[in-house]
């Protein structure tokens, strides 16, 4: 299966810049097909997630547009084959600084996992309140492509677009939209910013 540009870039942005251990880097493409109920939405984006195990950290890059409301949240949710519905395994009510009343937007934010105000309180729990627990059930829904990411709106408050994340390089469950490819290119380029940044620091 060809891969798509964004996953071409991003895989040699990455081998090319860690000088640590490489973090683990997830992919999705956000459709309204990718609802549970296909919610017609012309709106699309993209998600990148890293998970780096040696820090414990992960990192959320994400873009979108053409949405037929405002956003109230985004989130991680996990773990479910698709395509089913899991519960919120991330910040409640929202990811922090995530924007909210737009339809358009894009999001870059780091977090740490060993701590509990990454996870939402009732994943947490549902974890035995251990964080490294929280952490494992995650990344192992990410590794397994149990996760999805999900963009909620006043229109479809239970999530107008989403989708499964997969490892970068494996192929996707749904089709990439050439469309969705295109609004990756400013991801790419972000991406590549926040590495140089790391190697400098």
């Known amino acids: 299966m060809k891969k798509s540009l964004l996953v071409v870039c991003c895989m040699a942005l990455f081998s090319a810049s860690s000088v640590q251990a490489d973090p683990i880097l997830y992919q999705a493409a956000l459709t309204g097909a990718a609802e549970v109920t296909d919610t017609g939405s012309p ?3 993209t998600v990148l997630v890293s998970y780096d195990a040696s ?4 990192g959320v890059l994400a873009a979108f547009n053409g949405l037929t409301a405002p956003t109230l949240a985004a989130h991680i949710h996990c773990c479910i084959d698709p395509p089913g519905a899991a519960g919120v395994a991330t910040t409640v009510p929202t990811f922090p600084g995530f924007p909210s009343g737009v339809m358009s937007g894009s ?3 780091s977090f740490d996992l060993t701590d509990p105000m990454s996870y939402n309180p009732a994943f947490l729990t549902a ?3 251990s964080t490294a627990m929280a952490e494992m059930t995650l990344t192992g829904g990410l ?3 149990r996760a999805y990411f999900n963009i909620h709106t006043s229109t479809f408050p239970t999530g107008e677009i989403r989708g499964f994340l997969t490892a970068v390089g494996s192929p996707s469950p749904v ?3 050439t469309s969705v490819v295109l609004l ?3 991801l790419v380029a972000a991406v590549g910013l926040r590495l140089r940044r790391r190697k400098k620091g």
Not at 55 to 58: A, E, K, S, V
Request: no cysteine.
């Open 184 to 186: 990756s290119t400013g």
């Open 127 to 129: 974890n035995g309140a």
């Open 143 to 145: 590794a397994s492509g």
């Open 175 to 177: 089709p990439e939209p």
């Open 43 to 45: 709106g699309l984006g």
């Open 107 to 109: 999001y870059d934010q």
């Open 55 to 58: 820090q414990h950290m992960m």
